[in-house]
């Protein structure tokens, strides 16, 4: 199949298909809806004063181009969108093979020659910095038939562009499981649950690597992002306690060599300082010590702890080296080598100044603190295990047989169903198959209430919330004939879906589009890394010096190996490798503890940096869910009203039946101005319509809707009442008219009410000079009401998906950019920014493109976070000065002469001490 944007202009800004080019209407096209209902103002969605011209695909678009103009952006007026922004539509052209955009694996992608290349996504565990991720990329890049690769620690993946034909995943999987590193399939990650008879399309893989491999374990799939369940997924799980085994293994091994320093050892060496009747029996105790007598216990035994504990630590130098990026794993492994071989060298030698404690003390501090690091990592995640996903498993397929409850196509005890208008022309028995089994052509089923499966075009008349992909607060109309997107929400009658040619839905390319953003993010180097790259080198030339000068006076190779080795002991910084992940824990910890779950050790270093804060509208700066703000009528009219908004599932109705409706969840808690409490009416008839309801309410006709319903239907509305509503509309409320027995009678402003903390939080952020946006699908209307905020310098509506990603990209020209969103809509954009922050009543897709999850759902704590990483920079400097306390005590030690290994034990109790407690002091009082 050829990329269906191969004859299409895309729009000037984010490259998505225009209207009307091309193939026309598009069911991925979700910037271009139809009509609105109730009394919607917004009309189409993406579309604010005026229309687009023909450059753009929305008026947001339009905006965004004119007002963010940037040299770097500047094209012609069929160019192509905005670089690495590139529309949903086109950014997979999936083929004749049948692999679907979205799967993860195997994704077919564009590409300049004539060879066909894939994309997969891997998930490496083992990844813990930038040069990680630098060692990963050039794994990859150097293997035969990869055409691009990037790795990001941030996410733990690795994307690779191949041509299959030359490499397959097997083969890229088992080159990037090397030195320490495993590397799976991104999409097998969460597969611990296998169905019986699951499709490759149900197992996330299209390959059979991934069942050869055992990937697939025993059901147990907690939390309902991505993310949470890729750190759950048996693979991880694997890795986690395979951590926590090398290290208590390692430390019971090291306790046992220990024993034999602080019963005799230490002593002995104490016995050089102080004189002591406890101390002077030890002064010849090693006076004719024999140490091939005792080499083999201390070498295993320290063998054992530097393999088990410190592996870990020795891949990282290995990396490190290999890559010519030293960093604080590479000091640490000097030192803990050092000690193992100048212990070594000093038993050989007869001399009891044996190192092989420091090697085990530093290696169980460092690797304890990366393991301190892990665990509350872990803790965020188990945050977060309690978000909504917006995808779809299965699908009701109209064909032979009952669907797999044992209903026919009304899904109420067997009796069938018209197709959402009550004609009965789209009857049948159905079908229940997953996702992965559609075909194109075939029909599709979704129920009220039920979210549909993948993209199509509708042959019923409904009503559709597409909020989870546009953006849009307000659910619109369909008729037939008019596309939906898979992922949205049927809030009234039942939709007959024909499928498209690609299985796909938006959610899926929106998966993908956060994928492809995800993997090119790179982890910014740790400050104590870049210290750890001037200091490594400077360590190492200054122990060969030491070597070279003790040849110079006459010493031995040995004698030249031990001056290296000792030199090393002294001079390397390695509390560095300790400091940094301890101070990276307490910090995630104490953000955990204020509500704020950070994934990426760097976050807080990049938010400091930030200059843009970029926020959704709807469901972020709104608490995203329609409620009554002002109601005009009497209460009798008003209870009847919502009595048969009870009937219906569009969420305006909610808002009706929670306000007036009595007896019921809500129990008539809105009461207008000067009326009495709601009552309990009767409801004798019930008529769902396109844009409102109508029935009987005990002997009445009640009419509730948009005001052209009552002109339609010939009722009286009068001229003031209209300039109410119109007036109303003209803020970006959506007003209902309410009418009784021919004549309207009154109103209900409905609406998605600003979150209670919004304008402090914008206040508190332009107090810091930030520079704040407004980005949303919603229509300019709703929009304004935020655009008047001083502390808001640019407010854009009617900005589609794709022109969310394109508007941070431009913004990104500016500086550094935050974006802080909740809906599946804001994920590419989300996973584009510097920094990406949803909120908790975020969706999965949103939560697992964030950098930082705020938990307790309130805008304050954006604010608080900002907070937390100013005071996180004072304490990192903090610790990381104390870190050199130990070099500062044996370093003087070793001029004097009296260096020995309880020396050093004790500079490295008291950094220990000193660096530590300066982590868990808090950061915000």
Request: net charge negative; proline share 5%.
């Amino acid at each position: 199949m050829t990329d269906r944007r191969s004859d299409q202009r895309g729009c000037a800004l984010c490259g998505a298909p225009l209207p009307g080019s091309g193939s026309g209407s598009d069911p991925g096209d979700s910037s271009v809806p139809t009509s609105s209902v109730y009394g919607s103002a917004a009309g189409p969605t993406g579309q604010g004063e005026g229309d687009p011209d023909e450059r753009y695909c929305s008026t947001g678009c339009r905006d965004v181009d004119r007002t963010l103009e940037s040299p770097s952006s500047k094209r012609g007026a069929d160019g192509p969108g905005e670089g690495g922004a590139e529309s949903l539509e086109g950014r997979t052209a999936g083929g004749d093979n049948g692999t679907d955009a979205g799967t993860g694996e195997g994704t077919p992608i564009e590409n300049d020659g004539d060879e066909p290349q894939v994309r997969t996504f891997f998930r490496v565990d083992g990844m813990h910095s930038a040069t990680c991720e630098a060692f990963l990329d050039s794994v990859a890049q150097r293997r035969d038939g990869v055409a691009d690769a990037a790795a990001s620690y941030v996410t733990e993946t690795v994307r690779v562009d191949h041509d299959p034909a030359r490499i397959s995943t097997s083969d890229l999987r088992d080159a990037l499981s090397t030195v320490g590193y495993t590397a799976y399939l991104r999409s097998a990650a969460t597969a611990d649950s296998v169905p019986d008879g699951a499709t490759d399309g149900e197992r996330g893989t299209g390959t059979e690597d991934a069942k050869e491999d055992g990937e697939y374990g025993p059901a147990d799939d907690t939390g309902s992002t991505h993310r949470s369940r890729e750190m759950t997924g048996l693979r991880k799980r694997r890795s986690d306690t395979m951590l926590e085994v090398r290290y208590i293994v390692g430390i019971v091994f090291g306790s046992f060599l220990l024993v034999p320093y602080f019963a005799v050892l230490y002593p002995v060496y104490l016995s050089s300082f102080v004189d002591g009747p406890m101390l002077a029996r030890y002064e010849d105790a090693f006076a004719g010590f024999d140490g091939l007598l005792v080499l083999p216990l201390f070498l295993v035994v320290s063998g054992v702890v530097l393999y088990l504990t410190g592996g870990p630590l020795l891949r990282g130098a290995y990396v490190s080296l290999k890559l010519r990026r030293p960093n604080t794993h590479l000091l640490a492994a000097l030192t803990i080598l050092a000690g193992f071989a100048y212990g070594t060298l000093s038993i050989f030698r007869g001399r009891i100044e044996v190192y092989y404690d420091l090697t085990i003390v530093v290696a169980a501090l460092v690797m304890g603190a990366v393991f301190y690091e892990a665990t509350v990592k872990r803790r965020a995640r188990d945050r977060l295990t309690d978000l909504t996903i917006s995808q779809v498993d299965t699908a009701r397929v109209y064909g032979s047989g009952q669907d797999s409850d044992g209903k026919t196509a009304s899904g109420k005890d067997g009796r069938e169903e018209g197709n959402g208008n009550g004609d009965g022309t789209a009857t049948g028995p159905t079908r229940t198959v997953p996702i992965g089994d559609l075909e194109g052509g075939e029909r599709l089923l979704v129920r009220e209430g039920e979210r549909i499966p993948v993209d199509g075009v509708l042959e019923t008349a409904c009503t559709v919330d597409e909020a989870v992909v546009t953006g849009e607060s307000l659910p619109i109309s369909k008729a037939e004939g008019d596309p939906v997107v898979g992922g949205s929400v049927v809030r009234s009658g039942a939709a007959v879906v024909d499928v498209g040619a690609e299985t796909t839905s938006s959610i899926d390319r929106l998966t993908e589009a956060v994928w492809n953003l995800q993997s090119a993010t790179h982890g910014v180097q740790r400050r104590a890394d870049s210290v750890a790259a001037v200091l490594a080198p400077l360590v190492v030339a200054a122990a060969v010096a030491v070597g070279v000068t003790t040849l110079f006076r006459g010493g031995t190779a040995i004698d030249a190996a031990e001056a290296i080795m000792l030199s090393i002991i002294v001079a390397s910084p390695w509390a560095l490798g300790f400091a940094t992940p301890a101070s990276v824990g307490a910090g995630l910890r104490e953000a955990l503890d204020h509500g704020i779950v950070v994934f990426d050790e760097t976050v807080l270093e990049r938010l400091r940096d930030v200059d843009v804060v970029v926020f959704d509208k709807t469901g972020t700066l709104t608490t995203g869910e329609m409620s009554v703000l002002e109601a005009e009528g009497p209460p009798d009219l008003l209870a009847a009203a919502g009595e048969l908004e009870r009937r219906a599932s569009h969420p305006v109705a909610v808002a009706l039946a929670d306000a007036f409706a009595a007896d019921e969840p809500g129990d008539g808690e809105f009461v207008p101005d000067g009326g009495d409490a709601a009552v309990s009416p009767r409801v004798e008839a019930f008529d769902g319509l396109e844009t409102g309801v109508a029935g009987r309410v005990d002997g009445s006709r009640i009419l509730v809707g948009h005001p052209d319903l009552f002109r339609d239907r010939g009722w009286t509305l009068e001229s003031d009442l209209e300039e109410r509503v119109r007036e109303e509309r003209g803020f970006g409320r959506l007003p209902v008219v309410v009418g009784r027995d021919g004549r309207a009678q009154g109103f209900v402003v409905v609406g998605d009410e600003p979150r209670a903390d919004w304008d402090d939080a914008l206040s508190s952020l332009g107090e810091r000079e930030l520079e704040v946006v407004v980005l949303t699908g919603d229509d300019e209307a709703a929009t304004a009401f935020f655009a008047a905020h001083p502390a808001v310098d640019h407010a854009f509506a009617g900005v589609p998906p794709d022109g969310k990603t394109a508007t941070i990209h431009r913004l990104k020209d500016r500086g550094q950019v935050a974006m802080v969103g909740d809906g599946t809509n804001d994920a590419p954009a989300l996973a584009a920014a510097d920094l990406g922050i949803s909120l908790g009543g975020a969706t999965a897709l949103a939560a697992d493109a964030a950098d930082l999850a705020i938990v307790e759902d309130t805008l304050p704590t954006v604010e608080r976070a900002f907070e937390l990483a100013v005071a996180a920079r004072r304490r990192v400097r903090g610790t990381l000065a104390l870190a050199l306390c130990y070099n500062a005590v044996v370093l003087p030690a070793a001029v004097l002469g009296v260096l020995n290994p309880l020396v050093t034990t004790a500079a490295v109790a008291v950094t220990a001490v000193l660096v530590a407690g300066n982590a868990a002091r808090p950061l915000l009082e």
